[in-house]
């Protein structure tokens, strides 16, 4: 089974939409990370997370919110979707300062 | 805030054929330095890491990248590319609060 996974793989909603994307992982690792890619622009944090009592805000958290249910899982929310949020979404997770990440597959989520 | 170049934005090699992709960073002390592969429809994978020590670092997968702090660069290179190589490839660097600033990429294509 895959160390970090990310549910769903894909979506399509439409603007306006609240959706949460979800990400676990097997690892034990006490960090954990939401990227956006966009073609072009490489990927940029949106929030981040050290242990579940500390969540932070990365270079473009505006318009999303995150949520550190346990060690294991750290949920992404667009509480309201709009189309420029169409992107593919990554998770990571690390072991301690600026090692190792590993990365869950990716959601590509569309809103139209 | 930390910041990584990636020069180009495609390479396009024969297979067989010796690769360099270029990195550029900023960064005022000693910095932590990563290159990360993406193949089509996957997550990132981590191909090697530079902390301190050797300047030459190898990889997995028979990358290896340079260190030149009076440059700034972070090149990866290849002896001899394979089919398999064809990917997307990210220069990333270690910045405040633990985070890590990705580049925007390098899209690899091989000729058969």
């Known amino acids: 089974d895959a160390d970090v996974t990310q549910t769903p793989r894909n979506r399509i909603t439409k603007t306006g939409k609240r959706i949460m994307l979800e990400c676990s992982q097997t690892k034990g690792h006490d960090r954990m990370y939401w990227y956006r890619q966009d073609p072009g622009l490489g990927l940029r944090l949106i929030y981040y997370?050290?242990?579940?009592?500390?969540?932070n805000k990365g270079e473009i958290s505006d318009g999303y919110s995150v949520s550190r249910q346990a060690q294991a899982k750290f949920s992404l929310s667009l509480e309201s979707a709009i189309p420029n949020q169409t992107a593919l979404y990554f998770c990571a997770t690390s072991a301690y300062s600026y090692n190792e990440q590993f990365f869950g597959p990716g959601t590509r989520l569309t809103v139209l | 805030a930390q910041s990584v170049t990636q020069p180009d934005i495609h390479i396009t090699v024969s297979e067989g054929a010796s690769l360099e992709l270029r990195c550029n960073y900023s960064y005022g002390a000693t910095p932590y330095l990563f290159w990360y592969v993406q193949s089509p429809g996957q997550g990132l994978q981590l191909l090697l890491k530079?902390?301190?020590?050797?300047?030459l670092v190898q990889g997995i997968k028979g990358f290896e990248a340079e260190f030149k702090r009076s440059q700034s660069s972070f090149n990866l290179r290849k002896p001899s590319v394979h089919w398999s190589d064809a990917a997307e490839y990210f220069c990333a660097v270690g910045d405040t609060d633990d985070k890590i600033i990705f580049g925007k990429g390098t899209r690899l294509h091989i000729l058969p």
């Open positions: 530079y902390f301190s020590g050797d300047t």
């Open positions: 997370s050290f242990d579940v009592k500390d969540i």
